[in-house]
């Protein structure tokens, strides 16, 4: 089972360039994360999405957007990326928080270096 | 704003021993708490998974408790392995069940 996956694994981007991360879960799972893990700092939330059509903000969404048009896919845009977007990318999938066993299930993540 | 704390920042620890990682969170109001393990590199692995209304988890030689009111969590590893090595990680999932909120790990090494 491939679980949750993530592309590129890596990514260099001058200032200013835009580009979109891809993640795809085979779980069938409803909830649907995108993180950033910066040094010393844990993972911080940027968007959510409990649905197909459905998005969130998380804890820190600004220079961020993204879609979920199917089920099983959740991308991250970066439209203008800036040096301080530098930082590890991880999505997740889970049940809803009511079901049993509702546990995260990450990626293996996305290094991102925009110079 | 809930915010996750772990202590020690990091561990270093000769093979064999027992060992506890802290973990504390200012909002009391919180739908589960969740371990983790990151491996260099990789992405998370979910460890032990503790509801509210639970007060602790076992799997093998992984221990979680959980103290709700007063906003603590320890993972206790018994018999510690040069395997065991990597960063764990604590998190709190609020009550909307939307928002997993993250402590900033600590760094275990277990020399052989």
């Known amino acids: 089972n491939a679980g949750v996956t993530q592309t590129p694994k890596f990514r260099v981007l001058k200032t200013g360039q835009s580009m979109t991360l891809l993640c795809a879960q085979d779980?069938?799972?409803?909830?649907m994360y995108w993180y950033r893990q910066d040094p010393g700092m844990g993972l911080r939330l940027i968007h959510y999405?409990?649905?197909?059509?459905?998005?969130a903000k998380g804890e820190v969404p600004d220079g961020y957007n993204v879609s979920r048009l199917k089920k099983q896919n959740f991308l991250l845009g970066l439209e203008s990326a800036a040096p301080s977007q530098t930082s590890v990318y991880f999505c997740?999938?889970?049940?809803?928080?009511?079901?049993?066993?509702?546990?995260?299930?990450f990626g293996a993540g996305t290094r991102l270096s925009v110079l | 704003k809930q915010e996750v704390t772990q202590i020690p920042a990091a561990l270093s620890v000769p093979e064999g021993e027992n060992l506890v990682l802290n973990c504390s969170f200012t909002?009391?109001?919180?739908?589960?708490l969740q371990w983790f393990r990151q491996d260099p590199g990789k992405g998370l692995t979910s460890l032990l998974l503790?509801?509210?209304?639970?007060r602790e988890q076992t799997s093998g030689r992984l221990n979680a408790s959980l103290d709700k009111s007063s906003g603590r969590s320890t993972l206790y590893i018994a018999a510690s392995q040069p395997g065991d090595s990597a960063t764990y990680l604590c998190?709190?999932?609020?009550?909307?069940?939307?928002?997993?909120?993250f402590g900033g790990g600590t760094r275990l090494m277990v020399k052989p």
């Open positions: 997740a999938s889970s049940r809803p928080p009511d079901r049993a066993k509702n546990i995260q299930y």
């Open positions: 779980m069938n799972h409803e909830y």
């Open positions: 998190a709190v999932l609020n009550n909307a069940g939307n928002m997993l909120t």
């Open positions: 503790i509801q509210s209304s639970q």
């Open positions: 909002d009391s109001a919180i739908y589960n």
């Open positions: 999405s409990v649905g197909e059509g459905t998005t």
